[in-house]
């Protein structure tokens, strides 16, 4: 009997052993730690540089009068684009999630594939053609063209996501189409709007590439410009310190317009699908503006491309430098996708399933980087490899650690939109019924994530396919991937040299772009599967 | 035996406690309805046994094994506990016989196991549908057959039926009731709906400011409640004043017998609960009239009648108020009378004294 009592208490005293830390997922924890850490390395580096010469000289350097110009400049292109964009990405994912419109599988192809061409090869495209094109206007068109996917894809896919429930009983308690689409509609995918809209914000402060086109002078071209140029280390950091801040009032300005709202679905019932709006006489309408959105967004950097290509000389080209800066490019994409998608994993499951101060802080942080021109994480990791790990300096991890802290908060982005599909009471069934945590990951969370896994793989690919700005200053010496080659030509102004550069990796970053639309559509037909 | 146990449980949320030393005991093989309002800590309960929470204070323990004495503690899946959450939570992802094989080894999952279960909640025909393509019924019922495929030792059902339609409900119920009985497994329900845990459960436990306030069988609760909120709670009542005397009590509709243990009270006066099916309700005829009270009941006058097709309720407005205000009275459908009618109440004791 007392032999049979200490057997039964054994098992006990096992399970305190591990599960007596209020079950904190250490995996989690590591990775989220991890992420955080990788983080910070270049904003620490940053404050340090920029430290360096002391405070006075900080505070001469920002006080110049060329100080106000960028600030004015970033300030109200970021506002006039990120208004765009909105507008553009919301009602073209209601036109195509919500509307009888005709071939809407193809234009929610069409209408992301802009996601796949880098906004410095839109700028290209543009200014090519007719270079008589710069200065704010330019600059305006050609980054609202660049980015407004990054508002429709998360709009399109909370759209297809809302109840149609909601929508009808609102009409109901008598409101019209329009008020329920402005008081309920829009306040279902306000957070994912709202996220969309930081992302172009974000986005908007940290581009180089289309703003040194167009000759229209912001923050990061001035900081490039001091770095590059200048040599100026301690200049180019204070003016990022400024950059930094623009872009935690941002994050501040979503948080504060109710962008985190949102988290997982109250339990885990069957929803139904909406009606689509028969569109009627304003069919011809809406696929005139997608079209033309298309044709403005898609056509002419696409057309433009093209037509170098065919023009301009391009066979002088060795094609042996072009096949080995793809290679690089597509390898250096993949493993930083992978490498920032697996920490966005831990960060978002921390969020928000161990909601707290510190798992909260830590994702913040990784929202971080997109405030972050690639220039300054750049900076920072060469100041950090330099001093302590000099084997890294310019070594292909060292680029590829770049891409992945850069895009972080688009793998973030993916991965907690896809958290949300997967309620924890559907994780806490699976253990009813005899599963280990990790089983149930595998079995229940990470099938109901995967799709939102792969979106974030594909984001952070396209993106880091298509990185200019730390790509120039920390690939291996003698290694060119495409964007480099491409700026390269693109300086010399030998267009037609630059042209089959830009035309691959349109195509590399296409083909994600076009999973991504495909999927998209494939969930808004399949409705709760995922 | 008893089979499942909770003993001085606490457990509480950013400050608020929910449950303050809730004690409760599940007999093996029973079906134990968990009675209370939203909110009252119901579905924490649940929780807390299932092992997705952990006690703050207490002890959880399941055919004499600890699953959780707030230092020791057992992870869900070690607890061999079925959970049946409100809406089902079924795996969007996985067909109705992939939940259901969920639990079992790669093998079996396919295989005269699932079939047999499916055949069981009967809906063997929608094996291959996916979650979204079930009414709500249906998912209830996948969700049921999901839980049991492990052989579960004990069962937890989370307000099974609130989310089904009345008509469906009471057809769902039963056949739930029937299946778990047939199975012999141990089972908590919680549910609000009193109407429910009386018909279904063999014992029924109310929960109230974080304790079991009183747990038995239907008709002992129903009969014998432990105060006037619980006497409500589980049904229309009528607290009329009394003078006990040698195990009976005196009230103004007569002498009645006082039921139970209770008879033995050591107090002169005080109330006594009488349900409203125990009134007896006669129209009064001219002859009788302005008898007042007399041996054969209380005099009064029918103030409102609420018609349920199988009952009637009438709120009866006794003729010399003092007693009580007024007098609800269950009778036939047939007897729903006019509002208006002279009537005189007469009581068919036992009575019960309430605090």
């Known amino acids: 009997m007392s032999m049979f009592a200490a057997a039964e208490q054994a098992p006990g005293r096992w399970t305190r052993a591990w599960s007596g830390r209020r079950r904190w997922p250490l995996v989690s924890i590591a990775g989220a730690s991890a992420a955080a850490a990788l983080v910070l390395l270049p904003l620490v580096f940053l404050v340090v540089q920029a430290q360096q010469s002391g405070w006075s000289e900080v505070q001469r350097l920002l006080l110049r009068h060329s100080v106000a110009v960028l600030l004015w400049n970033s300030v109200r292109l970021t506002l006039a684009c990120t208004v765009l964009c909105a507008i553009l990405g919301v009602g073209a994912a209601w036109c ?224 042996t430098s072009i096949l080995a800066a793809l290679a690089h490019t597509a390898a250096y994409s993949a493993a ?43 900076l920072g990791l060469v100041s950090f490899s330099v001093r302590y790990a000099f084997s890294l300096y310019q070594s292909s991890l060292e680029l590829i650690i770049a891409y992945a802290i850069l895009f972080l908060p688009l793998a973030v982005v993916g991965v907690r939109s896809a958290m949300g599909q997967s309620s924890p009471r559907l994780e806490e069934v699976g253990r009813s019924l005899g599963h280990r945590p990790a089983v149930v990951w595998m079995r229940v969370t990470l099938p109901l994530i995967a799709p939102g896994l792969a979106a974030a793989f594909a984001l952070v690919f396209i993106s880091s396919a298509t990185e200019l700005t730390a790509t120039l200053l920390l690939r291996p010496t003698g290694v060119n991937t495409l964007a480099t080659q491409f700026w390269t030509y693109t300086t010399d102004f030998s267009y037609g040299a630059a042209a089959p550069y830009a035309g691959l990796m349109v195509a590399i970053s296409a083909i994600p772009a076009y999973v991504l639309g495909r999927r998209m559509s494939t969930l808004a037909r399949a409705g709760a599967q995922a | 035996m008893s089979l ?98 969920f639990a079992l080894a790669r093998s079996e999952r396919r295989g005269k196991q699932v079939a047999r279960l499916l055949e069981m909640v009967g809906i063997a025909p929608l094996a291959t549908r996916m979650p979204n393509e079930l009414s709500g019924g249906e998912q209830q019922r996948v969700a049921l057959a999901r839980a049991l495929a492990p052989r579960p030792d004990a069962l937890l059902l989370d307000e099974p039926f609130s989310s089904l339609d009345a008509s469906l409900r009471s057809r769902v119920r039963e056949e739930v009731h029937g299946l778990l009985r047939g199975q012999g497994v141990t089972t908590v329900l919680v549910t609000h709906d009193q109407e429910e845990a009386l018909s279904l459960a063999d014992t029924v436990a109310v929960l109230r400011d974080g304790k079991i306030v009183q747990q038995g069988a239907p008709a002992d609760l129903y009969e014998q409640p432990s105060d006037e909120r619980l006497a409500r709670f589980l049904g229309a009542v009528n607290l009329v004043a009394a003078d006990f005397e040698d195990g009976s009590a005196r009230t103004a509709l007569g002498r009645l017998p006082v039921r139970g243990e209770r008879g033995a009270i050591g107090r002169a006066a005080g109330l006594v609960m009488i349900r409203p099916e125990q009134l007896e309700v006669r129209v009064r005829s001219e002859d009788t009239h302005g008898a007042g009270t007399s041996a054969a009941g209380l005099g009064g006058r029918v103030e409102q ?48 004294p309430l605090e």
Not at chain 1, 336 to 361: D, Q
Not at chain 2, 331 to 340: D, I, K, R
Request: aromatic share 8%.
């Open chain 2, 4 to 101: 499942l146990s909770v003993k001085g449980l606490w457990k509480g949320y950013a400050g608020q406690q929910v449950l303050q030393g809730l004690d409760l005991e599940v007999p093996a093989g029973s079906l134990t309805a968990v009675l209370g309002l939203s909110g009252c800590g119901k579905t924490t309960l649940l929780r807390v046994i299932a092992g997705f929470e952990r006690a703050e204070r207490g002890t959880v323990s399941l055919a004499g094994r600890t699953l959780d004495d707030g230092a020791t503690f057992m992870a869900p899946e070690r607890r061999r506990i079925g959970y049946v959450p409100q809406e089902g939570a079924l795996f969007p992802h996985l067909s109705v016989q992939d939940n259901v094989g």
């Open chain 1, 336 to 378: 930083a996708a992978a490498i920032a998608t697996a920490l966005a994993v831990p960060v978002t499951a921390l969020a928000m399933r161990h909601r707290n101060r510190l798992t909260l802080l830590i994702e913040r942080l990784a929202y971080l980087p997109m405030a972050l021109p690639g220039l300054v994480i750049a």
């Open chain 1, 96 to 319: 195509v999630e919500r509307t009888a419109l005709p071939a809407r599988r193809l234009w929610a192809v069409a209408l992301v594939l802009p996601l796949g061409i880098p906004d410095f090869v839109v700028g290209f495209g543009w200014v090519s053609l007719e270079p008589g094109l710069h200065g704010y206007l330019a600059a305006v068109m050609i980054m609202t063209l660049s980015l407004y996917p990054l508002v429709y894809l998360p709009a399109s896919t909370a759209l297809s996501k809302v109840d149609a429930g909601l929508e009808e009983t609102a009409r109901s308690l008598g409101l019209g189409p329009w008020e329920t689409f402005r008081r309920v509609t829009l306040r279902q995918i306000w957070p994912a709007v709202l996220g969309g809209c930081l992302l172009v914000t974000l986005g908007l402060l940290a581009e180089y590439g289309a703003f040194e086109i167009v000759q229209y002078q912001t923050f990061t071209v001035a900081i490039f410009t001091e770095f590059k140029l200048g040599f100026d280390t301690v200049a180019a950091c204070t003016l990022s310190l400024v950059l930094v801040l623009l872009s935690v009032m941002a994050l501040a300005g979503e948080l504060a317009l109710g962008g985190r709202s949102a988290s997982a679905r109250v339990g885990a019932g069957v929803r139904r699908n909406a009606a689509r709006v028969p569109l009627g006489r304003w069919t011809a309408v809406v696929l005139f503006a997608l079209g033309a959105l298309s044709a403005l967004a898609l056509g002419v950097p696409v057309g433009s491309l093209v037509y170098w290509v065919l023009h301009g000389g391009s066979s002088t080209l060795p094609s």
């Open chain 2, 305 to 352: 009648c609420r018609y349920y097709g199988h009952d009637a309720l009438l709120h009866i407005r006794p003729e010399h108020p003092g007693p009580t205000d007024l007098l609800l009275a269950r009778v036939h459908g047939a007897q729903a009378l006019p509002v208006g009618t002279e009537v005189t109440v007469a009581a068919r004791g036992p009575v019960t």
